[in-house]
């Protein structure tokens, strides 16, 4: 039974990334990995000091405290540890956060907090500076005397959304003054409507079947440039292993995912419900290569094998290959030699070829318009190089997939034709490339063509079973085809192979859950997901409504109608038809009465339809 929601008195800590934009333009992808690692030295912080980091979305993060002195503690502390953790870094990409702190009432549902104080917290954050901590007043007012701060007064500010002046205060330590260690009382704050065994670290059951995790191969190369060719050897042994029907495999977002949560081989194995763990490294020097691979028993921690291999680069595929074949031979030496053989990764005739693939792919996982552009222009300079590469052609697609599914594309039903037009030209080329196969589908789908894209999502399944990539595929398209029980089901099965990567088919599960009328338990599984766009807050407008819990129903509404005014250039007043057009890009439902259910959902929380 789902719990109501949660009201409550909370301080609230909203903190962003000054110059993100300027961060990513310098180096997109170093960027994003110093952000990511910078809110995750934060969320251990916040955490140290009694808070709940509730969402990260990209370049910022809420948190919320029992106590606003833990608050400010938490900031302060970060704010000092970030700095000197950014004077040993020798370039200009250093992340710098700013931090707001607010004292207010909030909701919690579904694993997410809204309210007036959150928005609040996010205003009083654009007053502070690189490296600095501004707060409310009450906030100030809230922390003990004893405690070793300053409070400099920035006066009665007029912030956007709110009708009253709001006082805000820099926030400080005392000069020779040291920052309080967190309380052993100060307990994580655990949301009141999840079970408190929650904030443990999952354990998933080992399935009957051979199973493994490929954790990311250690780049060892000196230089950080290279960590996409170690990505990539890491990705390639993955696709291998998962186009055997008898393994179970990891997906490779939740491997990654893994080792950044873990140190410990068999922690990690438990998290993902493994009997196996690979790890290893690659050295990539001039014209050679040197890859190190190891095979662990998680279940007694034992070393089953290891190898390394000394190559010319222009073995590399034979070293993945080796590999792969090895592993699968230790793990299920049963299997029939025409499997192994279709597992082998079809090359590149030019290294080089490969190589522009290998950054292509890479860029492909950050789904922003920077990252697509970039994964275009290695894509096709791989094809300048190899006209014939199915596999560049496919990533080609995918790239154009994502924008039309993004809110940054100038012309998407462009963006469609080009899906549409290159993943057939990779199937074309390689018609056992899974990945070409569940591109097409889903330029089917969204040309309305559920029928032609069924066919082609289960000939990806018949290529590569283990995908979790065609298996989410399926369960989007199953939920919005109407076959909603299958379509749960798939999208569990993909959940089960990437645990913590689970947010497409969290979406596809709400959305089958909504057209079945099913809303408390739509809203259990879109309050899981982090951020997609509008998808998120629209859906979560249609199922309050539906419910009649009008409140909510208004606060999501607001969310997407705040959103659209950035992301589409959409006003409430605005032309209807941009909004229905917009709703039918984004939710291409094969049966046009369950579409009419969720515009009319819409409709009931104040969102034109």
Same mark, same amino acid.
């Given at each position: 039974?789902?719990?109501?929601?949660?009201?409550?008195?909370?301080?609230?800590?909203?903190?962003?990334?000054?110059?993100?934009?300027?961060?990513?333009?310098? !180096?997109?992808?170093?960027? *994003?990995? =110093?952000?990511?690692?910078?809110?995750?030295?934060?969320?251990?912080?916040?955490?140290?000091?009694?808070?709940?980091?509730?969402?990260?979305?990209?370049?910022?993060?809420?948190?919320?405290?029992?106590?606003?002195?833990?608050?400010?503690?938490?900031?302060?502390?970060?704010?000092?540890?970030?700095?000197?953790?950014?004077?040993? %870094?020798?370039?200009?990409?250093?992340?710098? %956060?700013?931090?707001?702190?607010?004292?207010?009432?909030?909701?919690?549902?579904?694993?997410?907090?809204?309210?007036?104080?959150?928005?609040?917290?996010?205003?009083?954050?654009?007053?502070?500076?690189?490296? @600095?901590?501004?707060?409310?007043?009450?906030?100030?007012?809230?922390?003990?005397?004893?405690?070793?701060?300053?409070?400099?007064?920035?006066?009665?500010?007029?912030?956007?959304?709110? !009708?009253?002046?709001? =006082?805000?205060?820099?926030?400080?330590?005392?000069?020779?003054?040291?920052?309080?260690?967190?309380?052993?009382?100060?307990?994580?704050? %655990?949301?009141? !409507?999840?079970?408190?065994?929650?904030?443990?670290?999952?354990?998933?059951?080992?399935?009957?079947?051979?199973?493994?995790?490929?954790?990311?191969?250690?780049?060892?190369?000196?230089?950080?440039?290279?960590?996409?060719?170690?990505?990539?050897?890491?990705?390639?042994?993955?696709?291998?292993?998962?186009?055997?029907?008898?393994?179970?495999?990891?997906?490779?977002?939740?491997?990654?995912?893994?080792?950044?949560?873990?140190?410990?081989?068999?922690?990690?194995?438990?998290?993902?419900?493994?009997?196996?763990?690979?790890?290893?490294?690659?050295?990539?020097?001039?014209?050679?290569?040197?890859?190190?691979?190891?095979?662990?028993?998680?279940?007694?921690?034992?070393?089953?094998?290891?190898?390394?291999?000394?190559?010319?680069?222009?073995?590399?595929?034979?070293?993945?290959?080796?590999?792969?074949?090895?592993?699968?031979?230790?793990?299920?030496?049963?299997?029939?030699?025409?499997?192994?053989?279709?597992?082998? *990764?079809?090359?590149?005739?030019?290294?080089?070829?490969?190589?522009?693939?290998?950054?292509?792919?890479?860029?492909?996982?950050?789904?922003?318009?920077?990252?697509?552009?970039?994964?275009?222009?290695?894509?096709?300079?791989?094809?300048?190089?190899?006209? @014939?590469?199915?596999?560049?052609?496919?990533?080609?697609?995918?790239?154009?997939?994502?924008?039309?599914?993004?809110?940054?594309?100038?012309?998407?039903?462009?963006?469609?034709?080009?899906?549409?037009?290159?993943?057939?030209?990779?199937?074309?080329?390689?018609?056992?490339?899974?990945?070409?196969?569940?591109?097409?589908?889903?330029?089917?789908?969204?040309?309305?063509?559920?029928?032609?894209?069924?066919?082609?999502?289960?000939?990806?399944?018949?290529?590569?079973?283990? !995908?979790?990539?065609?298996?989410?595929?399926?369960?989007?398209?199953?939920?919005?085809?109407?076959?909603?029980?299958?379509?749960?089901? /798939?999208?569990?099965?993909?959940?089960?192979?990437?645990?913590?990567?689970?947010?497409? /088919?969290?979406?596809?599960?709400?959305?089958?859950?909504?057209?079945?009328?099913?809303?408390?338990?739509?809203?259990?599984?879109?309050?899981?997901?982090?951020?997609?766009?509008?998808?998120?807050?629209?859906?979560?407008?249609?199922?309050?409504?539906?419910?009649?819990?009008?409140?909510?129903?208004?606060?999501?509404?607001?969310?997407?109608?705040?959103?659209?005014?950035?992301?589409?250039?959409?006003?409430?007043?605005?032309?209807?038809?941009?909004?229905?057009?917009?709703?039918?890009?984004?939710?291409?439902?094969?049966?046009?009465?369950?579409?009419? *259910?969720?515009?009319?959902?819409?409709?009931?929380?104040?969102?034109?339809?």
């Amino acid at each position: 039974m789902v719990e109501p929601p949660s009201r409550k008195l909370a301080a609230i800590l909203h903190a962003d990334v000054v110059g993100s934009t300027m961060l990513v333009q310098k !180096d997109e992808s170093l960027a *994003h990995e =110093r952000i990511k690692d910078a809110f995750q030295r934060f969320s251990k912080t916040i955490s140290a000091y009694g808070g709940t980091a509730r969402e990260i979305r990209g370049d910022a993060l809420v948190a919320e405290f029992s106590r606003a002195s833990d608050a400010v503690c938490a900031a302060l502390a970060f704010q000092s540890a970030n700095t000197d953790h950014n004077t040993g %870094i020798g370039d200009e990409i250093r992340p710098e %956060i700013r931090v707001g702190i607010s004292l207010g009432e909030v909701v919690v549902a579904d694993g997410t907090m809204t309210g007036a104080g959150v928005v609040l917290a996010q205003r009083l954050e654009q007053l502070a500076n690189a490296g @600095g901590v501004v707060v409310q007043g009450s906030v100030s007012e809230t922390v003990p005397a004893r405690l070793p701060f300053e409070f400099e007064s920035l006066g009665e500010q007029v912030l956007k959304g709110f !009708d009253q002046p709001v =006082r805000a205060f820099v926030a400080r330590l005392r000069p020779g003054e040291l920052l309080p260690a967190p309380e052993s009382n100060a307990a994580p704050i %655990i949301p009141p !409507d999840l079970p408190a065994d929650t904030t443990k670290p999952p354990t998933l059951e080992v399935p009957d079947k051979p199973s493994i995790a490929v954790l990311p191969f250690t780049n060892i190369s000196g230089d950080p440039e290279q960590q996409y060719f170690a990505d990539g050897i890491t990705e390639n042994i993955i696709t291998g292993l998962t186009r055997f029907r008898d393994l179970f495999v990891i997906a490779v977002e939740s491997s990654f995912a893994a080792r950044d949560r873990a140190a410990d081989v068999q922690q990690i194995a438990r998290q993902l419900g493994v009997a196996h763990v690979v790890e290893g490294s690659v050295r990539k020097a001039a014209n050679r290569v040197r890859v190190t691979a190891q095979l662990i028993d998680a279940t007694s921690g034992q070393r089953v094998w290891a190898e390394h291999y000394d190559r010319d680069l222009d073995d590399i595929f034979v070293v993945q290959d080796e590999i792969t074949n090895i592993i699968v031979a230790t793990l299920a030496g049963r299997i029939e030699e025409a499997d192994r053989h279709r597992a082998q *990764h079809k090359a590149a005739k030019d290294m080089a070829a490969y190589d522009y693939w290998l950054r292509g792919r890479q860029c492909l996982n950050r789904y922003t318009k920077e990252g697509e552009l970039e994964a275009r222009r290695h894509f096709e300079r791989a094809l300048e190089l190899d006209p @014939g590469y199915a596999a560049a052609y496919a990533g080609l697609a995918v790239s154009y997939l994502h924008e039309y599914e993004s809110s940054w594309s100038e012309a998407p039903r462009e963006a469609l034709d080009h899906c549409y037009q290159l993943s057939q030209k990779a199937v074309a080329l390689d018609a056992a490339d899974s990945t070409a196969r569940c591109a097409l589908a889903s330029a089917y789908f969204y040309r309305n063509q559920h029928e032609l894209a069924k066919i082609q999502i289960e000939k990806a399944l018949a290529l590569n079973p283990n !995908d979790y990539d065609n298996l989410c595929a399926k369960g989007w398209l199953l939920a919005f085809s109407g076959e909603l029980v299958e379509g749960i089901a /798939c999208s569990k099965e993909a959940m089960r192979l990437n645990p913590f990567a689970p947010e497409y /088919c969290l979406f596809a599960i709400g959305v089958a859950e909504y057209v079945a009328r099913r809303y408390e338990a739509a809203i259990g599984a879109f309050g899981k997901i982090g951020s997609l766009g509008l998808l998120k807050p629209a859906f979560l407008a249609a199922c309050y409504a539906q419910l009649g819990r009008d409140e909510q129903a208004r606060a999501a509404a607001a969310e997407v109608l705040e959103s659209a005014k950035t992301e589409l250039a959409i006003q409430l007043g605005e032309d209807a038809e941009r909004w229905r057009s917009y709703w039918v890009k984004q939710f291409p439902f094969q049966n046009p009465d369950d579409f009419e *259910h969720l515009l009319g959902g819409l409709r009931k929380a104040g969102l034109p339809g």
